[in-house]
T-cell receptor, first 113, second 110 residues
Framework: NAGVTQTPKFQVLKTGQSMTLQCAQD?????MYWYRQDPGMGLRLIYY???????DKGEVPNGYNVSRLNKREFSLRLESAAPSQTSVYFC????????????FGSGTRLTVV | SQQGEEDPQALSIQEGENATMNCSYK?????LQWYRQNSGRGLVHLIL?????REKHSGRLRVTLDTSKKSSSLLITASRAADTASYFC??????????FGTGTRLKVLA
């Protein structure tokens, strides 16, 4: 099925551990995004990649790094996880010229203890 | 800070009634989108309205945009239990970045 695939779906980390969240899209979209969603906060943009080879900071980039590996894949890395990074992480892709908006993955629920 | 702020935060209605949600934003925008999120799931795109448009329809959905008031509304007509979800607006002042609001939780009672 065409769409955005995120792995893993669930993850528990200890404070200080590192991990990479993977995201891949098969819709040939140019732009990809990472958001985090916290209760009562809505979605906040962490990083985005307007096109292959470019990445830019969003609202809350501290503690994260990203890699746009190719047109399909956009990964999010937590180098030293902190409890404040406990959240649900969503990857999205878009080709805004089509007017269809973002396509979201199903999310990764991350808990840092 | 949030670009979009939804109002109300929560809404409970009977099946068959109409549901109206409002979104206010802070700066001039190019586009505004509405999304639905079912519990524990990702967001699903509903409709995109551009800054030069005033109203758009999609099935039972009607979206309006008032750029002078920096606000948008989403109307769901003849609501169904399956419409129970959170609804988010997302506003963009550029080409690639959208900033999401905190959402309206809609509950449709059968």
């Amino acid at each position: 099925n065409a769409g955005v695939t995120q792995t893993p779906k669930f993850q528990v980390l200890k404070t200080g551990q590192s991990m990479t969240l993977q995201c891949a899209q098969d819709m040939n979209h140019n732009s990809m995004y990472w958001y985090r969603q916290d209760p009562g906060m809505g979605l906040r943009l962490i990083y985005y990649s307007a096109s292959e080879g470019t990445t830019d900071k969003g609202e809350v980039p501290n503690g994260y790094n990203v890699s746009r590996l190719n047109k399909r894949e956009f990964s999010l890395r937590l180098e030293s996880a902190a409890p404040s990074q406990t959240s649900v992480y969503f990857c999205a892709s878009s080709d805004l010229g089509t007017g269809y908006g973002y396509t979201f993955g199903s999310g990764t629920r991350l808990t840092v203890v | 800070s949030q670009q979009g702020e939804e109002d109300p935060q929560a809404l409970s209605i009977q099946e068959g009634e109409n549901a109206t949600m409002n979104c206010s934003y802070k700066t001039s925008i190019n586009n505004l989108q509405w999304y639905r999120q079912n519990s524990g799931r990702g967001l699903v795109h509903l409709i995109l309205i551009r800054s030069n448009e005033r109203e758009k329809h999609s099935g039972r959905l009607r979206v309006t945009l008032d750029t002078s008031k920096k606000s948008s509304s989403l109307l769901i007509t003849a609501s169904r239990a399956a419409d129970t979800a959170s609804y988010f607006c997302a506003a963009s002042s550029g080409t690639y970045k959208y900033i999401f609001g905190t959402g309206t939780r809609l509950k449709v009672l059968a």
